[in-house]
């Protein structure tokens, strides 16, 4: 078992003894995704698998949270946002907007300049910056940055 596995699992023990319900029913989504990927790949998660699967939870809140954000369901954003951010601790620390502006226009002055759109720098950029920024944030850096 991968040590986020166990973290997650020990903290979900702690949940369930302080009746958290909020934090039991983000953990155990968390511990049927570990179950759901291993299943699919038939094999033991790797650390990096782990975290890609909490990174994938961590995307739907975000998504969902828009959505109930624009639909005006403030009482299901809200719930979003902490389960949200009770996966984002089990998470690497992300990178700040200025690292990532750093890295955008390092790759920018990098390319030749018929290629500077936001598909290939993007496509540059994502690899360095995989499981350390939200895709998001760098997608509107370097649209950003492109405009000016």
């Known amino acids: 078992m991968g040590a986020l596995k166990e973290r ?10 302080a009746r958290d ?7 155990r989504s968390a511990l049927s995704g570990f179950l759901y990927k291993r299943t699919e790949s038939g094999r033991e998660l790797s650390d990096a698998e782990e ?10 809140r975000g998504d969902s949270l828009a959505e109930f954000e624009k639909a005006g369901r403030t009482d299901l954003a809200e719930k979003e946002q902490r ?55 760098v997608r509107q850096i370097v649209t950003e940055l492109l405009a000016s």
Request: net charge positive.
């Open 8 to 17: 997650i699992a020990s903290d979900l023990k702690e949940a369930m003894r």
């Open 21 to 27: 319900r909020l934090r039991l029913d983000t953990l």
């Open 51 to 60: 975290l890609d699967v909490v990174r994938r939870l961590v995307k739907q």
């Open 83 to 137: 389960e949200r951010e009770l996966l984002l601790a089990y998470l690497p620390a992300q990178r700040s907007a200025a690292d990532v502006r750093e890295i955008v226009q390092s790759v920018l002055a990098e390319l030749p300049a018929e290629s500077r759109n936001a598909g290939s720098v993007m496509k540059a950029v994502m690899p360095q910056l995989k499981g350390q920024a939200d895709g998001n944030l």
